[in-house]
């Protein structure tokens, strides 16, 4: 069965070579990943603990466990692998401790050898969800402690099918499993791994750090004025089909952050807007003092943006991929996201709590939005109450992981 994975691996990279040919993102996978092993440092005489994370998200879910390893042990390499580019691109817009940072090398045996080798890793943790078998049978056989952190398992997944006997068997390797919630346990229990610890979502830890480190920004503090400001974060062109018609009748002060922040989109997000509006980086030294939308056209300014904000739409939730609406959360804005988002457990945490409105139409954006305004202060104070109860998975991961096995 591990011939095969390994056969679908390689199948796997084939593809993107096939398709770096005619896309972007699949260039940068395979230019990065290029002579890789003559880039690796020399770490003789170090303790090496390892992340690997699928992207930008699952680095900021780590990067809580990150900096306590690195404040009780700063003498350990701290390697990061990611396996997205746009985890890679953008990972050096967080402020980190990693001593290297690299692309994950295709999931072949001789790559996972020749990796691990090198590095020996005394701990390797894996972020979430992306388990990759070669690696993590190679790190094991190494002596290497594996880890799953902010686990988050599904009964969709292919560990629970008939058939993903060889990914249970990866699964087999794991010296313990720190997961979301209950169901991901449960789901584990039903193939027999009892190695679980519920310890919640480390990202709590992480947009509560933010909270108290959110830099001050003089023009959107001057956009914003005595105004009530609406933050429109990490938006897709499906959320900005049902916003615009909202933000062309209503007189709230909007600030949109797009996901995307190409020419295309922001003037795809100015045709459809009939009100005043500015870009982010056209601004000389002060907003116009007629402009009502802001687009924010830049990366890396948005969770700090947040604390200006009162109330917040988060984009993803129509293809499946929210953002992260703990970001605004931490600051008290009420949430209203896209109708997709079953594979967040936060986002269904949110509605039940009444502080996370799940929304389709414009229709049911004014509605939400009514509600939230109605009852502000509740709702907010509710939220802010339910994201510091939920703080502390860094905290019980670490010292389960250093202070009590080792």
């Not at 919630?181 to 509560?208: C, H, P, Q, W, Y």
């Not at 956009?223 to 062109?237: C, H, Q, R």
């Not at 939730?317 to 009420?334: M, Y």
């Not at 109605?374 to 509710?382: L, T, V």
């Amino acid at each position: 069965m591990r011939f095969l994975y390994t056969a679908g691996v390689r199948l796997y990279g084939f593809g993107i070579r096939v398709a770096s040919l005619f896309l972007p993102k699949a260039k940068k996978w395979i230019a990065g990943r290029t002579n890789w092993s003559s880039h690796l440092p020399n770490t003789q005489g170090k303790e090496v603990v390892w992340f690997h994370c699928a992207s930008l998200g699952e680095f900021d879910q780590g990067l809580p466990l990150m900096a306590k390893i690195k404040e009780e042990h700063p003498e350990i390499f701290l390697l990061v692998t990611f396996f997205s580019p746009s985890g890679f691109e953008h990972y050096q817009k967080r402020d980190h401790q990693a001593d290297y940072v690299c692309y994950l090398p295709l999931d072949t045996p001789k790559n996972a050898h020749r990796f691990i080798q090198h590095f020996s890793p005394s701990k390797s943790f894996f972020v979430k969800y992306e388990f990759w078998g070669n690696y993590i049978l190679q790190a094991k056989a190494t002596g290497s402690k594996i880890y799953n952190v902010s686990g988050l398992f599904r009964p969709k997944q292919r560990f629970f099918k008939w058939h993903g006997g060889f990914f249970r068997s990866i699964l087999q390797q794991f010296d313990h499993f720190f997961v979301q919630n209950e169901s991901s346990k449960e789901l584990l229990a039903s193939i027999g791994i009892k190695n679980v610890t519920i310890s919640g979502d480390s990202r709590f830890d992480r947009v509560l750090e933010n909270r108290e480190k959110a830099k001050d920004n003089s023009l959107i503090e001057e956009f914003k004025g005595n105004d009530e400001l609406v933050i429109i974060g990490s938006s897709w062109p499906a959320d900005e089909a049902i916003l615009t018609p909202w933000i062309n009748s209503t007189e709230q002060k909007i600030l949109i952050a797009p996901h995307q922040v190409d020419d295309k989109h922001i003037e795809q997000i100015f045709s459809g807007l009939t009100r005043k509006t500015e870009r982010y980086t056209e601004i000389e030294s002060a907003p116009k003092p007629d402009t009502e939308v802001l687009i924010l056209d830049t990366i890396g300014h948005l969770a700090s943006a947040y604390k200006y904000g009162a109330i917040a739409y988060v984009g993803g939730g129509f293809s499946g991929s929210l953002h992260n609406i703990l970001e605004p959360a931490v600051f008290g804005l009420p949430v209203i996201f896209g109708p997709k988002h079953s594979r967040f457990p936060e986002a269904q945490a949110f509605i039940d709590g009444g502080f996370g409105f799940s929304v389709a139409t414009t229709a049911e954006f004014e509605v939400a939005f009514k509600s939230i305004k109605d009852d502000f202060d509740s709702i907010s104070s509710n939220e802010q109450q339910f994201v510091e109860s939920n703080v502390g998975a860094s905290r019980l991961i670490f010292d389960n992981t250093f202070n009590n096995h080792d």
